[in-house]
């Protein structure tokens, strides 16, 4: 959603506001309202996003901060799990990364070790893009941004549908 009803009051907080997008336009959206760290959150990304590619949207975002003469600082996200997903964000015009599947499968993370296993176990041809799980828990997520998650019977059964 916007930015919008929050950034004045983070930032009359003095806390850097930091937005995660998922579109050239969100991005420009958030830059309009002053946003200080701007997240490109491609589709390879975990939980919930949007379906345009991490490669194709960071250096689109970062041009896109670059023409605004912003001082935001564009980072990366979506399908970055180690030093080579680092760089190659780097070189696509990103300032930094944020990991957020990687670090859950840390053993500092306080999830349950059931979760954790198939997170470990699991590759990235395992996952899912899709709203099934949102359907099945009744959550209220814009159809827009759906969510990557590890495949199921459950899920498997519901594409088929």
Not at 63 to 73: K, P
């Amino acid at each position: 959603g916007s930015p919008a009803p929050y950034l004045s009051k983070v930032r009359d907080a003095g806390i850097l506001s930091i937005c995660q997008v998922q579109t050239v336009r969100m991005a420009r959206e958030a830059l309009d309202q002053g946003a200080d760290i701007i997240v490109a959150q491609g589709a390879e990304a975990g939980g919930h996003g949007g379906s345009r590619s991490t490669f194709p949207l960071v250096p689109a975002i970062a041009d896109a901060v670059a023409r605004e003469n912003s001082d935001s600082i564009v980072v990366a996200a979506g399908g970055i799990a180690d030093g080579r997903g680092l760089a190659a964000a780097l070189m696509l015009g990103a300032e930094g990364v944020l990991m957020g599947t990687r670090f859950a499968a840390a053993l500092e993370c306080r999830i349950d070790a059931f979760t954790q296993s198939i997170m470990v176990s699991a590759d990235g041809d395992e996952t899912l893009r899709s709203n099934v799980f949102d359907v099945i828990r009744e959550a209220n997520w814009p159809k827009e941004f759906t969510g990557r998650a590890v495949a199921n019977g459950m899920s498997h059964q519901w594409e088929r549908c």
